[in-house]
C-alpha cells in the first residue's frame, strides 16, 4: 500500500449549533512528524477527540493504516495501534513506574482470570526496556507517580505511549506545564522517535519547539485547515500569520 | 522545583533519595507500639500493674498472654469484615452494610444448623419446624455463601451499573439486611447449632480464620491482578477505564467479595455465641472501616494495605482492652472510638495535603 498512515477526508463536528471542525483534509506519511497548531478553539483538540476515538465525527471519514475506521471509544483506537499522551495525563497517581506503563494489559505469571498472578520482574525488566528505547530516564521506577515531577510524569505518559503504539502516537501538548529542563527532555524523547522512524502528531503553542521538531505544521483556524506548510519553506512569521487569520492559503488537500 | 536537592537523575528529572518515605505500616506499627507502652506505663502509675507483662506469681510466663489472646480474639471477627472493607476502600469506594449483613446471614445460616434434640428434648426453637435438623455443616456454610454472594452482588451491581455513590448503595443494603434479619424469625434469637457449626468459632479459631484469610488477601492485593486494578481504580478510574480496565465489572466483583466476607464473619460470629439473633454486628461496619483507617488505607482509595489493616485492627483491641485494663466505663470506650475515627481520617487528610504540597 501507500506509504500515508492516518487520512481524514471531509471531517466534520458541530456541537449543537458550534462548527468545531468543518471538512478536515489531513495525511500523515510514515516516519513523519506533524505539529498542529492555531489559536484556542481553532479545532485542535476537537480534531485530535476524533481521530483517538473519544468522540465520534459529524461527518467524514478516517483512514488508518489503509482502510477505513470508526472507532467506538478511545480504547478501539489504542487497539488499534494508535496511541495518545493527553493534556491530563491519565496516570495513577498511587501506582508505580510499571504499574502504569503496563495499566490495562498487565504482564501474568500464571493465567487465573481475574486473580491471575501479576509478571512483577517480568514487568520491570520490559520498563526498563521502554525507557532505554525512548530515552527516557526515570532514576527509581518503585517510585509512585505521586512523587514525581512533572516532567517525571510526562515521561511516564509518553514512554507508555512510545512502548505500545505500533503505529502512530499524538501528543497534546506535552510540554505545557513543564520548566525549562524538562521541557528539553521530553523535546529530546520526540528527536528519539523521529530518528526510529515513528510517525507522530504534535499540537503545540510553542513556536521554537515546532520549528525544532517536526517536517510540516498544520494550522488550524476557526475549525478549518487553513494552511499546510513544509517546514524549510515557511518561518515563525508566517505561521503566527496564518494563526491569526492576517495570511490564508488556497488548499485543495492538505498533503 | 528540586534542582536544589538535586541527587539522581538529570536535570529537573532527579529524585533525592532522602525524600522516599517509609512505608505507611510502619507508622502504624509506631503508633501501636506507642499506645500499648502508654497503657503500660498508666497501669504501672495508677493501678502498679502491668498491661503487657505476667504478673501473676503462679503463672509461668513473660506475657499476659490471657490478655494478648483476648486482644486479638476480640477483634478478630470484626477484623475479618475488615479485610473486606479494606478492598473496597482502596478501590475507591465504602460499605456501610457489612454490619446488617452479618446479622441477616447470621440468622439464615443458624435456621440451617440447629440440632434436632436438645438434651434428649426435640429442639423448642426449630424454624422449619422438622424440617433442617441436623444438616451437614456444609449446608449452613452454602447458605452463608449465598448470602453474603447475594448481598455483595446487589451493592455492587447497583455502584457499578446505577452509577449511585456506593455510600448510598450500601447504606440502602445496611437498611435493607437489617430489616431481612429481623423478618427472618420475626425477631426473635436461634439457638443450639449442630456440634460441627459449633466447632467453627471454639476457641481461638476466629483467630485462625481470621489470620489465614489476612494472609489470603495480602497476597491478592499485592500479587494478582484484581489488586492491581484495586489500586489503579481507586487512583484514578478514568485513566483506569481509558487503559482498558473493565471498571464496573472489577467493581461487582470487590463488593461481592466484601459480602461474601461479612458473612464468613457472620459463621464464625453465631457459631462462638452458639446464637443468632436479629440485631448482631450492629456498627461492626463502623468499626471494620476505623480498623482500615487507623491501619492508614485512605478513604480518598488508591492507598492502604492488609498489612496496615490488620494492625489497625490491633490498635483498635488493645485500646478496647487497655480502656477495660484501667477500669474505665464502657461508655468512655465508646466516645473515645469515636475520636481515634475521626482523628485518623484528619491525619490522613494532612498526610495528603502535605504530599500535594510537596508535589
Avoid at chain 1, 513556536?207 to 483556524?221: C, G, S, T, Y
Avoid at chain 1, 506548510?229 to 515557511?234: G, N, Q, S, V, W
Avoid at chain 2, 468512655?332 to 495528603?352: H, N
Wanted: charged share 15%.
Amino acid at each position: 500500500m501507500s506509504d500515508i498512515v492516518l487520512q481524514t477526508r471531509g471531517l466534520t463536528k458541530h456541537y449543537g449549533g458550534v462548527h468545531a471542525l468543518v471538512d478536515a483534509d489531513f495525511v500523515l506519511r510514515r516516519g513523519e512528524h506533524v505539529a498542529i497548531m492555531g489559536d484556542n478553539g481553532a479545532g485542535k483538540s476537537t480534531f485530535v477527540r476524533q481521530i483517538t476515538g473519544v468522540e465520534r465525527p459529524t461527518a467524514g471519514s478516517i483512514w488508518f493504516d489503509g482502510r477505513e475506521v470508526q472507532f467506538n471509544g478511545p480504547l478501539e483506537a489504542r487497539e488499534a495501534g494508535i496511541e495518545c499522551v493527553f493534556q491530563n495525563l491519565a496516570l495513577c497517581d498511587d501506582l508505580d513506574v510499571p504499574s502504569n506503563l503496563f495499566l490495562g494489559r498487565e504482564k501474568v505469571l500464571f493465567n487465573l482470570g481475574p486473580f491471575s498472578i501479576l509478571d512483577r520482574k517480568g514487568m520491570r525488566a520490559a520498563t526498563e526496556a521502554a525507557l532505554q528505547r525512548t530515552a527516557v530516564k526515570i532514576p527509581n521506577l518503585a517510585n509512585t507517580i505521586r512523587n514525581m515531577s512533572g516532567g517525571q510524569r510526562q515521561c511516564v505518559a509518553i514512554a507508555r505511549a512510545a512502548t505500545f503504539a505500533s503505529k502512530l502516537i499524538i501528543m497534546d501538548e506535552p510540554t505545557a506545564a513543564l520548566g525549562v529542563q524538562e521541557t528539553a527532555q521530553v523535546e529530546n524523547i520526540i528527536r528519539h522517535l523521529k530518528a526510529q522512524g515513528e510517525p507522530l502528531i504534535l499540537v503545540s503553542h510553542n513556536m521554537r519547539q515546532v520549528f525544532d521538531l517536526v517536517d510540516r505544521i498544520v494550522v488550524f483556524r476557526r475549525g478549518r485547515i487553513v494552511a499546510n506548510l513544509r517546514k524549510e519553506e515557511t518561518d515563525g512569521q508566517d505561521v503566527v500569520a496564518y494563526i491569526t487569520g492576517a495570511k490564508t492559503q488556497a488548499l485543495e488537500d492538505a498533503a | 522545583m528540586t534542582e536544589t536537592r538535586t541527587a539522581y537523575g538529570i536535570g529537573g528529572l532527579t529524585y533525592d533519595p532522602r525524600k522516599r518515605h517509609l512505608p505507611q505500616e510502619v507508622n502504624v506499627f509506631i503508633a501501636l507500639v506507642l499506645i500499648v507502652a502508654a497503657f503500660e506505663l498508666l497501669g504501672r502509675v495508677l493501678y502498679g500493674d502491668s498491661f503487657l507483662f505476667n504478673t501473676r506469681p503462679n503463672v509461668d510466663a513473660v506475657f499476659n498472654w490471657a490478655r494478648l489472646n483476648i486482644i486479638i480474639l476480640q477483634v478478630s471477627i470484626v477484623g475479618i469484615i475488615a479485610l473486606g472493607v479494606t478492598q473496597v476502600i482502596i478501590s475507591g469506594g465504602i460499605d456501610l452494610s457489612s454490619g446488617s449483613v452479618v446479622g441477616a446471614t447470621a440468622i439464615i445460616t443458624m435456621s440451617f444448623a440447629q440440632t434436632a434434640l436438645v438434651n434428649g428434648n426435640p429442639n423448642p426453637k426449630a424454624v422449619f419446624g422438622d424440617l433442617f435438623l441436623d444438616m451437614p455443616v456444609i449446608v449452613p456454610l452454602l447458605v452463608a455463601l449465598a448470602c453474603g454472594l447475594t448481598a455483595g452482588l446487589i451493592n455492587g451491581l447497583l455502584i457499578a451499573y446505577t452509577r449511585i455513590p456506593p455510600f448510598i448503595a450500601t447504606l440502602g443494603m445496611m437498611v435493607t439486611a437489617r430489616g431481612v434479619a429481623r423478618w427472618w424469625f420475626k425477631g426473635e434469637p436461634i439457638s443450639f447449632p449442630t456440634e460441627s457449626y459449633a466447632a467453627i468459632g471454639k476457641g481461638m479459631m476466629p483467630v485462625a480464620i481470621f489470620l489465614v484469610l489476612a494472609v489470603l488477601f495480602h497476597l491478592i492485593l499485592r500479587y494478582t491482578l484484581y489488586g492491581k486494578r484495586c489500586y489503579a481504580i481507586g487512583s484514578n478510574e478514568e485513566a483506569a477505564r481509558m487503559s482498558g480496565i473493565n471498571v464496573e465489572r472489577h467493581k461487582v466483583l470487590v463488593y461481592t467479595i466484601a459480602g461474601v466476607l461479612a458473612a464468613v464473619a457472620a459463621v464464625v460470629l453465631s457459631s462462638k455465641n452458639l446464637t443468632a439473633q436479629a440485631g448482631m454486628g450492629m456498627m461492626y461496619e463502623l468499626d471494620a472501616i476505623a480498623m482500615t483507617v487507623i491501619g492508614g488505607v485512605s478513604l480518598a482509595g488508591g492507598r492502604g494495605s492488609i498489612v496496615g489493616t490488620v494492625l489497625g485492627a490491633l490498635i483498635f483491641g488493645v485500646i478496647i482492652s487497655g480502656f477495660t485494663f484501667l477500669k474505665l466505663d464502657a461508655y468512655y470506650q465508646e466516645m473515645v472510638k469515636g475520636a481515634i475515627i475521626v482523628g485518623a481520617v484528619v491525619l490522613d487528610q494532612w498526610r495528603q495535603r502535605r504530599r500535594q504540597a510537596r508535589g
